[in-house]
């Protein structure tokens, strides 16, 4: 069974720094792309960043780009997000993501969308 | 970067009726390498991830009930619920995976009438 599984997540005040963290089982995690995708309280969800499999690849939205680090250690399952310069509007719930992966004539593809889910942890941001 | 509107934002559906959800981008997410159109959607239940339901616009995921599908190409999307379920109760999200940044639509709210 796949299982995305987080943690990290927690009340930091403006300008401070925070790490979540994503420990995967149930599936070959290094064959994976990886994303994190956040969702304010009541409000719709948002792409934050992506990695590719072996960590060369990563992606950022605009809003976090400079601040937020995304990175994996394969050895270990896992996948982190690095928050720094935290402000009030990154306030949200922050899910990891597996990205699908596909093969087709003989070639595999990771593209951008998500098939498995983490539980979700609740960032704030406040003084 | 590529705006995902979704149309309703809530959708009051009686039992056993058909729902309808829009989604337009601002631009085609039809790519002309693949023909495929990078477009999926999810269903998201309070206190719960998203769950994925269709992607490539119209695959279904394994395991979803054949009551939904997707439809459509190039700027615009529909999701359809051929047969409203008490459990579908829920948020419905498009989103393109054409071009980063990887764009959701606002949600629509699809509700028991």
């Known amino acids: 069974e796949v299982q995305l599984v987080q943690s990290g997540g927690g009340v930091v005040r403006p300008g401070g720094s925070l790490r979540l963290s994503c420990v995967a089982s149930?599936?070959?995690?290094?064959?994976?792309?990886m994303s994190w995708v956040r969702q304010a309280p009541g409000r719709g969800l948002e792409w934050v960043s992506g990695?590719?499999?072996?960590?060369?690849?990563?992606d950022y939205a605009d809003s976090v780009k400079g601040r937020f680090t995304i990175s994996r250690d394969n050895a270990k399952n896992s996948l982190y997000l690095q928050m720094n310069s935290l402000r009030a509007d990154d306030t949200a719930f922050y899910y990891c993501?597996?990205?699908?992966?596909?093969?087709?004539?003989?070639?595999?593809?990771?593209?951008?969308?998500?098939?498995?889910w983490g539980q979700g942890t609740l960032v704030t941001v406040s003084s | 970067d590529i705006v995902m509107t979704q149309s309703p934002d809530s959708l009051p559906v009686s039992l056993g009726e058909r729902a309808t959800i829009n989604c337009k981008s601002s631009q085609s997410v039809l790519s002309s390498s693949n023909s495929k159109n990078y477009l999926v959607w999810y269903q998201q239940k309070p206190g719960q991830p998203p769950k994925l339901l269709i992607y490539w616009a119209s695959t279904r995921e394994s395991g979803v009930p054949d009551r939904f599908s997707g439809s459509g190409s190039g700027t615009d999307f529909t999701l359809t619920i051929s047969s409203l379920q008490a459990e579908d109760v829920a948020l419905y999200y498009c989103q393109q995976y054409y071009s980063s940044p990887f764009t959701f639509g606002g949600g629509t709210k699809v509700e028991i009438k």
């Open positions: 993501a597996r990205r699908l992966r596909y093969c087709s004539g003989g070639s595999c593809y990771s593209v951008y969308f998500f098939d498995y």
């Open positions: 990695i590719n499999w072996n960590g060369e690849s990563t």
């Open positions: 149930g599936f070959t995690f290094d064959y994976y792309g």
